[in-house]
Structures are given as C-alpha cells and as structure tokens.
C-alpha cells in the first residue's frame, strides 16, 4: 500500500530551528510537496523536492533523499506565525498527490 | 500567478437542501482540478479529480450522485452537494494544476454548515 508518516505534533522555541520529518512508500514518485496550513485555511505551498538533495528558500529548506523514502522540511529562525500545520504529499503515480496526515507545529515565546 | 478561487466562502443552509461550491483558476488553465473535504483537526482527504470535458473520478466510498462534480471549462470547477445532510458539514477545499511538476494551488476553501 501507500503511506506517509510525519510526526503527528512538534513544539519548538521562538527564534530555534525546527526539523519536521517525513517517510514515504508509494507505487511511483514524481515529487514531493510540503505545504503549510494555518487552521481554517487552505494549504500553501512551501516546497517541491523531485532529486535528491536540499533545496532552501529563505527560512525553508527542504531535503529529499528517494532511496531512504525520505524527506525533512527545516524552518530556521522561528517566528509565531510559523505555528501551523505542515503537510507532506507525494506525487505519485499517476500525479495525484498522496498526503500525510500533517505535523501541527506550536511555536512557543 | 496561479490563483484559485472558491465561491462562496462559507454557507449554511438546511438539511435536505443543495448546495453548489465553485472553483475558478484566476490567471491559467487547470487542466485539472482536485476537491477535497477537510473535517476539524484532520488531514485533508480527496474526494475526486475531475479533467476538463470528461467524468469526475472518484475516491472510494465518495458517493458521486451525492457529490456531482461539473469540470465545464479549463478555469472552472464545480462541485453540488446534493440533499445536505449535517454530517456533510465540513471544510471543502479545491485545487487546480497546469503542468508538471503538476504542483496544486488551493483555494480558500468554502465552509459549509448544515442545519
């Protein structure tokens, strides 16, 4: 079958640098997806990694390694607004996105 | 670029209604358009996918006669939640992709309440 498991919730300091985790088993990749999803929002895409490595943007940086089935997103110099959920979607098959279940991030002062 | 809208925001209406959610690609062509449900503190579960011009396809255990979903165009989308029962209250998000990496920009999503 298809799974993605990312930690269900993370707390972290303002101002600290946080890694949020993701694992992958699907029939077929053609990417993968972070998006961020305040509550009562719609996700927002954060990131796409499809080759091995780390890709940065800003405070982001998202890394991917397809032999490990692996993924991490990095958030670096924490801010409030950062609290949110962080959702991981492979790209699979057939483009569909495959989601996880997301990590709710708290941001604490 | 890639703006996705969701028309209306939010609505409430009574059980036995029907409600009718639109999805409009603002500024490209969606080739194709995802609509998902989201329920309170739960991941986002798709529903169907539906391309421009063909049948919806969709998730298993989604009822498609009691979720129609009309794709009339390359920048709409519309999804009419039949005979609304009040355990069909969630949060209702679309999204739309172009071209690969098939990267999917969501609307705002439409909250719909029924009473």
Redo the contacts between chains.
């Keep these: 079958g298809q799974n993605i498991d990312q930690p269900t919730e993370m707390t972290a300091t303002e101002g600290a640098i946080v890694q949020i985790n993701c694992t992958y088993q699907t029939s077929g990749f053609n990417g993968l997806f972070w998006y961020q999803q305040h509550a009562g929002e719609a996700p927002t895409f954060l990131s796409y990694n499809v080759l091995d490595g780390l890709e940065e943007k800003g405070r982001f940086s998202s890394f991917l390694s397809r032999s490990k089935g692996y993924s991490y997103l990095l958030l670096k110099e924490l801010q409030m607004k950062d609290s949110a959920s962080y959702l991981c979607a492979v790209s699979g098959s057939n483009y569909q996105l495959i989601w996880g279940a997301g990590t709710k991030l708290i941001i604490k002062p | 670029g890639a703006v996705v809208s969701q028309h209306p925001s939010w609505v409430i209406c009574k059980s036995g209604t029907s409600v009718k959610i639109e999805c409009r690609s603002l500024d490209f062509q969606a080739t194709t358009m ?1 609509w998902y449900r989201q329920f309170p503190k ?3 579960m ?1 529903m169907a ?1 539906s391309n421009e011009g063909s049948k919806a396809t969709y998730e298993q255990g989604v009822e498609k006669d009691k979720f129609l979903i009309n794709h009339a165009s390359l920048t709409l989308s519309t999804l009419t939640v039949t005979s609304a029962h009040p355990e069909d209250s969630s ?1 209702y ?1 679309c999204s739309a ?1 172009d071209r690969e ?9 439409t ?1 719909l309440t029924v009473t």
């Design positions: 995802f739960q991941s986002l798709l996918t949060f998000i992709c990496p098939y990267e999917q920009y969501f609307g705002p999503g909250r």
